[in-house]
């Protein structure tokens, strides 16, 4: 059984950082992608960052130079590095994952994250 397991959420003021872990586990035969979406009250989840099939580093606009994806092959684990944080960052941070586990390809999500911008 595959689990995503995230940490790192929390309460930080307007221009700070964070940094979001997102560790998978379990039987994996390939990641074909990995990466962090969110999702705000009233709003739609939506993609934040993630490393997309192929290997490719996709990032929506609103993050751009602010965010910064990475990973660990090693552990299967991919971090989001969140600098500048604004308000309007506050969400419910997801890890998604598209991967294989020898049986079948499956997306799987994380139980989130909560990331609070606040002063």
């Known amino acids: 059984q595959v689990q995503l397991v995230e940490s790192g959420g929390g309460l930080v003021q307007p221009g700070g950082s964070l940094r979001l872990s997102c560790a998978a586990s379990g039987t994996i035969s390939k990641i074909y992608s990995m990466g962090w979406h969110r999702q705000a009250p009233g709003k739609q989840r939506e993609l934040v960052a993630e490393?997309?099939?192929?290997?490719?580093?996709d990032y929506a606009d609103f993050v751009k130079g602010r965010f910064t994806i990475s990973r660990d092959n090693a552990v299967n684990t991919v971090y989001l590095q969140m600098n500048s944080l604004k308000p309007e960052d506050t969400a419910v941070y997801y890890c998604?994952?598209?991967?294989?586990?020898?049986?079948?390809?499956?997306?799987?999500w994380g139980q989130g994250t909560q990331v609070t911008v606040s002063s």
């Open positions: 998604h994952a598209d991967l294989g586990n020898w049986i079948d390809r499956r997306d799987y």
């Open positions: 490393f997309a099939v192929g290997g490719n580093t």
